[in-house]
């Protein structure tokens, strides 16, 4: 890839999207964007790459490697994947993350194989139904008493059941 003189209009579209990210944050203390034109692009054809470098308080952003054949939409991918991060930041700035919960952990405490079903047992002692189904790879068929794994939990139309069953760890004998 090699620099290029970018017409004045990109130049001012460009000047515009970064003013505009400072809606999303007014902390930011530099905003760098890199265009480059692929090898021959008069010739070729090619993408064009768009990089943006933003510094704020603390830490700095960066969008990579944004390209198209289309230089204007390789400009617009780059400052929306931007303004994703910005707002991302902004939001932890703020304190308003979720802060995701565990993945509930559990053990196999009964199995019926040749039914294809079984319960788990909870660190808190409630069981919970699960069908063969609902395990993921490597599967039902490795499960055992005692088997360690992590499960999604949802409300089955006879009470708790696991949706998406993991093996987390090692059985236990």
Known sequence: M???PLPE???AEIREKAAKLETYYDGIVRCRVTVAAPVGHHHRGGS???RIDLTVP???LVVNRQENEELSIAIREAF???QRQLEDY???QRGSVKAHEATPRARVSKLFRTDGYGFLETPDGREIYFHSNSVVAPGFSLLEIGTEV???EEQG???PQASTVSISGKSRS
Do not use: I, L, N, P
Request: proline content about 0%; overall charge negative; cysteine-free.
């Open 80 to 82: 929306d994947a931007m």
């Open 150 to 152: 992590r499960f999604s």
């Open 157 to 159: 139309s006879k009470g």
């Open 58 to 60: 603390g830490t700095e």
């Open 90 to 92: 902004a939001r932890h």
């Open 9 to 11: 209009a990109v130049e």
């Open 48 to 50: 064009y790459t768009v």
């Open 2 to 4: 090699h620099d290029f």
